[in-house]
């Protein structure tokens, strides 16, 4: 998909939807940079920051998380990609924030305690970020406590908890026990993963669901609220 790098694209000499699919192809290839200038070329044309985040950075990133998914890509070029997107968020977060446009949904997420595996909970918090979720990471070594202060003061539709430790593993049960003591639970989507983790641990724990990968994760995620919305209309 990248450009040969002989002959320099110009991106202005690109109608809108060549620019939109070249703007896939360079999220892919974790080109930030025309990213940025791709979005800023979009705004100057006057495209809304929703409608650029929409159809340029959320469907790259939708086409990578396939990719990723499918083996075709793996974790480095999935940084790339998501840092290509994050430098043409930066440019459309404030004007999103103007315009009142909110998140499809609000997710916090964290190591458990006793886990500084960090790697893949960043991988999907960029999904996340990438599929138009606002996120907050709680880093690693995460107590319950810490995890329902996060839910107090930001109020997320989802919690998402990530261990690499068979270790750490069984204080995802604590942490979904002690919403239940609180009697807020149900309040709450609760998505786990991790690499000793299985769909079978998911389920024992209580979790809505168990994600295998930051791909999934992300469609996961949106399923369950699209489900929740609906089910409140």
């Known amino acids: 998909m990248a450009q040969d790098g002989t002959d320099e694209l110009d991106l202005r000499a690109l109608n809108d939807a060549e620019l939109v699919e070249q703007m896939h192809d360079d999220l892919y290839d974790g080109m930030a940079d025309e990213v940025v200038e791709g979005t800023n070329i979009l705004l100057e044309r006057g495209w809304s920051a929703e409608k650029i985040l929409n159809d340029a950075l959320v469907e ?93 003061e930001h109020r997320p539709d989802i919690l998402g908890m990530s261990a690499l430790l068979t270790t750490t593993m069984p204080y995802m049960k604590v942490v979904i026990q002690a919403l239940r003591d609180r009697g807020i639970r149900d309040d709450y989507i609760v998505l786990v993963g991790g690499a000793p983790l299985n769909e079978e641990f998911g389920t024992a724990i209580g979790a809505d669901a168990y994600c295998r990968d930051a791909a999934i994760a992300a469609e996961t995620a949106k399923a369950f609220i699209e489900k929740r919305r609906g089910a409140q209309a």
Do not use: C, Q, S, Y
């Open 60 to 152: 790259g990133m939708r086409i990578v998380g396939v990719d990723f998914r499918d083996g075709i890509l793996f974790v480095p070029e999935v940084l790339l990609a998501a840092n290509a997107m994050k430098g043409g968020m930066a440019v459309l977060r404030p004007l999103l924030a103007e315009t009142g446009a909110k998140p499809i949904g609000k997710v916090v997420i964290g190591t458990v305690k006793g886990d500084i595996h960090d790697i893949g909970k960043n991988l999907v918090g960029m999904m996340l970020e990438g599929a138009g979720f606002e996120v907050v990471d709680l880093g690693v070594n995460t107590d319950a406590d810490k995890f329902l202060a996060a839910l107090d």
